[in-house]
């Protein structure tokens, strides 16, 4: 059972354009959540993490908005670069816990 | 800069081979984590490690086991390997469990 479902599998958005991924959860342990993002042939790296106690995060181009009545968050890539294409994953962490639960991926392509 | 590493970016082997993948990282973490990672499933943790000698499951353990015996050093093992196993293994360190650092990654093909 995946803990945090993640949408769309995939996003085609053209230079400029505002790609936004979702992610959702049930679980209300989750104290911490990161997006990685992962490049062909790299692993993942973290990109923006935020906790619950804001609705809002920015770091650069890259925005997460938190919503916890909805438990729901989403990564917003502002003024989108060919240089962004890449899969995105986001995750949650329990309160007290060594691990992470990851999202399914989203493979973001951003054409010229 | 941290660094995590993988003994292999490509592995090769035939089922019912015994297979150990390696990764060892350099910046004293205490947490390690092993995940596979297949198109549409995202990254699955198999096992992970808070300390030495400890293990923990992760979501799929089953088919695979794990060693620590040293802080910086965590081995992935197939026992008896299968073609459902054919999959990129990533490793990843982490000093909190937070922040996670994961190294390049394993492509195993099971023949």
């Known amino acids: 059972q995946q803990q945090v479902k993640q949408s769309p599998q995939s996003l085609i958005v053209q230079k400029g354009g505002i790609p936004i991924i979702n992610c959702a959860y049930e679980?209300?342990?989750?104290?911490?959540f990161p997006w990685y993002q992962q490049f062909p042939g790299k692993g993942p790296a973290l990109l923006i993490a935020?906790?619950?106690?804001?609705s809002e995060k920015k770091e650069g181009r890259f925005t997460i908005s938190f919503n916890k009545s909805a438990k729901q968050f989403s990564l917003h890539i502002m003024d989108s670069q060919p240089g962004d294409s890449a899969t995105y994953f986001c995750a949650a962490k329990v309160t007290g816990a060594n691990n992470l639960f990851f999202g399914t991926g989203t493979r973001l392509t951003v054409i010229p | 800069d941290v660094k995590v590493t993988q003994s292999s970016r490509y592995l090769v082997k035939r089922t019912g081979e015994k297979v150990f993948l390696e990764c060892v990282q350099d910046?004293?973490?205490?947490?390690m984590f092993w995940y596979r990672q297949d198109p549409g499933l995202g990254l699955r943790l198999i096992y992970f490690?808070?300390?030495?000698?400890?293990?923990e499951k992760g979501d799929i353990p089953e088919g695979y086991s794990v060693s620590r015996e040293k802080k910086e050093r965590f081995s992935l093992i197939l026992e008896s390997a299968s073609t459902n196993q054919t999959s990129m293994y990533l490793c990843?360190?982490?000093?909190?469990?937070?922040?996670?650092?994961f190294g390049p990654g394993t492509r195993l093909t099971v023949l």
């Open positions: 910046m004293d973490h205490e947490n």
């Open positions: 679980n209300t342990a989750f104290d911490y």
């Open positions: 990843a360190s982490s000093p909190t469990g937070r922040e996670q650092f």
């Open positions: 935020i906790r619950p106690d804001v």
């Open positions: 490690s808070y300390d030495v000698k400890m293990k």
